[in-house]
C-alpha cells in the first residue's frame, strides 16, 4: 500500500538547482512542506517562490553543508518553523574531472567533505533526533550510478558516491526497528550544473552534458524527483531512473572485463577529441 506524503516536511541540501530543485517542486506537488538548503540565496528563494505556487510552505536556509555546525542548524530551523521534519534528502555534492594521480591532498578531501562526510552528518543527526522522538521517517541521499563503477577522470567522484552508497545500505538496517526508510539514489548523467562546476572547477573545458555522455545516457532533474517520490510512497534500498544503466551495472560486476574493453573505447574516443580540438582552423580573413 503507497504511503501519504500530504503534511510531511522535507529538508533538502543541494536545493537551489537541478535534482534538488526538481526534487522540491515535485515533493510540493504531492503535499510536502519544504526546508530549502543551499549557498545562493536568490535561487533558493526562486525555489521557494515555486513550491508556495503549489500551495505549500517553503522554508531558506543559506549555508555550506561542509561547515560542521550546519547541521544542527538546518535540523533547528526545520523543528522550529514546523515543529518536525520526516524526509531529509541529503543532494549537495559536486564533480571534479582530474586523474587520481594529479588530484592534490586537499581537492580529494573537499570532495570526500562535501559528498561523503557532510551527507553522513546530516542522516546520521536525523536520525537521532527521529529516534529519540520515537517517529517514523525516510533518508536518502544522492548517490550515483558511478557508485558502481569508476569512470577515468572521475575516480575521487565515484569513491565518494560508492563510500555514501555503502552507508546508506548499513543505515536502512541499522534504523528499521526505528521505522526508519534509508534510501541512496543513483542518477544517471542529469541536465543540471554539474559537469559545468565540475569543468570550471577542473580548469577543462567542453563542460556539456552532451561532452560527457551520449544522448541516451541523459536525463532530466525530473526523471529522477518522480523516482524519488515513488521511492517515499513505496520505500525501497536504491532508487534507479534507468534499468538499462542498473542492468549493465550488475553485468560490469559479473563481467569486469566488459567494463575494461568500454572504458578503453571511451579512452580512445576522448583522446580522438583532444586532438581533434588541438588542430589550428585556418584563419578568415
Not at 81 to 95: K, L, W
Not at 181 to 207: D, K, N, Y
Amino acid at each position: 500500500m503507497a504511503r501519504a506524503l500530504e503534511g510531511k516536511v522535507a529538508i533538502i541540501t543541494g536545493a537551489s538547482s537541478g535534482i534538488g530543485a526538481a526534487t522540491a517542486l515535485a515533493m510540493a506537488k504531492a503535499g510536502i512542506d519544504l526546508v530549502l538548503v543551499a549557498r545562493r540565496r536568490d535561487k533558493l528563494e526562486e525555489v521557494a517562490k515555486s513550491v508556495r505556487h503549489f500551495g505549500r510552505k517553503a522554508h531558506v536556509v543559506v549555508g555550506d553543508v561542509s561547515d560542521s555546525s550546519h547541521v544542527a542548524g538546518v535540523l533547528d530551523d526545520a523543528e522550529l518553523h514546523f515543529g518536525r521534519f520526516d524526509i531529509v534528502f541529503a543532494n549537495a555534492g559536486y564533480g571534479l574531472e582530474r586523474p587520481v594521480h594529479l588530484m592534490e591532498d586537499a581537492e580529494l578531501r573537499a570532495i570526500f567533505e562535501v559528498n561523503f562526510f557532510s551527507s553522513v552528518a546530516l542522516l546520521r543527526e536525523s536520525a537521532k533526533r527521529l529516534r529519540t522522538a520515537k517517529r517514523p521517517g525516510h533518508l536518502l541521499m544522492c548517490s550515483s550510478c558511478l557508485s558502481k563503477f569508476s569512470m577515468p577522470d572521475h575516480g575521487a567522484y565515484s569513491a565518494s558516491k560508492a563510500a555514501q552508497e555503502s552507508i546508506c545500505r548499513a543505515m536502512r538496517f541499522e534504523l528499521a526497528e526505528d521505522h526508519i526508510e534509508v534510501a541512496s539514489v543513483h542518477p544517471i548523467t542529469t541536465t543540471t550544473e554539474f559537469f559545468s562546476e565540475s569543468s570550471l572547477r577542473s580548469g577543462t573545458q567542453g563542460g556539456s552534458v552532451s561532452d560527457h555522455a551520449p544522448k541516451w545516457f541523459i536525463q532530466s532533474p525530473d526523471r529522477v524527483a518522480d523516482a524519488i517520490i515513488a521511492c517515499l510512497r513505496r520505500p525501497k534500498s536504491e532508487v534507479w531512473t534507468s534499468h538499462i544503466v542498473r542492468y549493465s551495472c550488475a553485468l560490469f560486476t559479473a563481467f569486469p572485463w566488459i567494463l575494461d574493453a568500454v572504458l578503453r573505447s571511451q579512452i580512445k574516443q576522448k583522446t580522438r577529441r583532444r586532438a581533434h580540438n588541438l588542430k589550428p582552423t585556418a584563419k578568415v580573413h
